[in-house]
């Protein structure tokens, strides 16, 4: 199940690759969208939680849609 999350400060390539190694190590399938300003996580809601938690802890304001 694919589920996107709004991340609205991400601004630059460099925001893509923090947010792409946090999520990598986290073993989550997604993709970073930096024109749509979006992470996009395919799995379950708790695969959600945590890609939520990891933008959290990177210091983006992350918002499920």
Partial sequence: MMKTISVPDMMCENCVRRITEALT???LNFEVSLENK????DGDENSVK???GELED???TPEAV
Avoid: D, P
Wanted: hydrophobic share 55%; aromatic share 8%.
């Fill in 50 to 52: 945590t890609a939520v």
């Fill in 38 to 41: 979006n992470v996009t996580v």
């Fill in 58 to 60: 990177l210091g983006f």
């Fill in 25 to 27: 190590k986290a073993s």
